[in-house]
């Protein structure tokens, strides 16, 4: 049994509905555990350019000064029209966020169906807690390199045993994030792992997945230079 240190590429803070500033949400985190917090605010088609300014320039200004940890400015595309994810996802890209979420059909939130697979499909880093998400949909992320969140926050964790059964059915990538939006909601090394093994994961996949999250993050943080 092994802890590793957290890397959470799915979190919030005030440049949406979290409650705090990416300088103090990086403080209280880096003190948990944390090796990496992937800002992710939610992201329409007029908020984002604001949100990944604003994250960019909080990362680029804080990264080197917090004791290790590094700050990666993302957006979370989130209950936007399918028909717009795509065009989204490009935007995303070329305001430089670091990495692009998209907020998926989670089971307890009215997310327009069809939205799952324009993440997908549009090539976006990370569809986040994908509810029911379908067979079809699960062997095209494996096949796109789209990685699938299981979710640490209640309600949108719920669906995590099928997304974990049926990555694992296809070979696709999942993922760890906290979706944390307040202090208390945060990961710890030891929920990290709680998170992964209540979803049914073995020790080893859980080792397998902390490894490529490592390589994930990496491929990020050069996307910021
Ligand atoms: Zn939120
Ligand atoms: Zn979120």
Same mark, same amino acid.
């Given at each position: 049994?092994?802890?590793?240190?957290?890397?959470?590429?799915?979190?919030h803070?005030?440049l949406s509905?979290?409650v705090?500033?990416?300088?103090?949400?990086?403080?209280r985190?880096?003190?948990?555990?944390?090796?990496?917090?992937?800002?992710?605010?939610?992201?329409?088609?007029?908020?984002?350019?604001g949100?990944?300014?604003t994250?960019?320039?909080?990362?680029?200004?804080?990264?080197?000064?917090?004791?290790?940890?590094?700050?990666?400015?993302?957006?979370?595309?989130t209950?936007?029209?399918?028909?717009?994810?795509?065009?989204?996802?490009?935007?995303?890209?070329?305001?430089?966020?670091?990495h692009?979420?998209?907020h998926?059909?989670?089971?307890?939130?009215?997310?327009?169906?069809?939205?799952?697979?324009?993440?997908? +499909?549009?090539?976006?880093?990370?569809?986040?807690?994908? &509810? *029911?998400l379908? @067979?079809?949909?699960? %062997? #095209?992320?494996a $096949?796109?390199g789209?990685?699938?969140?299981?979710?640490?926050?209640?309600?949108?964790?719920?669906s995590?045993?099928?997304?974990?059964?049926?990555?694992r059915?296809?070979?696709?990538?999942?993922?760890?994030?906290?979706d944390?939006h307040a202090?208390?909601?945060?990961?710890?090394p +030891?929920?990290?792992?709680?998170?992964?093994?209540?979803? &049914? *994961?073995?020790? @080893?996949?859980?080792? %397998? #997945?902390?490894? $490529?999250?490592?390589g994930?993050?990496e491929?990020?943080?050069?996307?910021?230079?």
């Open positions: 049994m092994k802890d590793f240190p957290v890397i959470d590429l799915h979190t803070c005030l509905d979290g705090l500033c990416p300088a103090e949400l990086g403080r985190v880096a003190v948990q555990g944390y090796a990496v917090l992937g800002l992710a605010d939610h992201a329409d088609p007029g908020t984002m350019p949100i990944i300014k994250g960019r320039e909080s990362a680029l200004g804080l990264n080197g000064h917090m004791g290790g940890l590094t700050i990666l400015p993302g957006v979370e595309i209950h936007v029209p399918p028909a717009l994810i795509g065009d989204m996802v490009k935007k995303a890209r070329d305001l430089g966020a670091s692009v979420v998209v998926g059909e989670s089971v307890v939130e009215p997310v327009a169906p069809g939205t799952n697979l324009a993440a997908i +499909e549009a090539g976006a880093d990370i569809l986040a807690h994908p &509810g *029911l379908t @067979e079809k949909e699960v %062997a #095209l992320a $096949e796109r789209v990685y699938l969140e299981l979710s640490g926050r209640g309600g949108h964790g719920l995590n045993g099928l997304t974990a059964n049926l990555a059915k296809y070979q696709a990538k999942l993922l760890v994030n906290s944390g202090p208390g909601d945060y990961l710890t +030891e929920r990290q792992r709680t998170v992964a093994l209540g979803a &049914g *994961l073995s020790e @080893e996949e859980f080792e %397998a #997945l902390m490894e $490529e999250a490592v994930l993050a491929t990020f943080k050069q996307r910021l230079v």
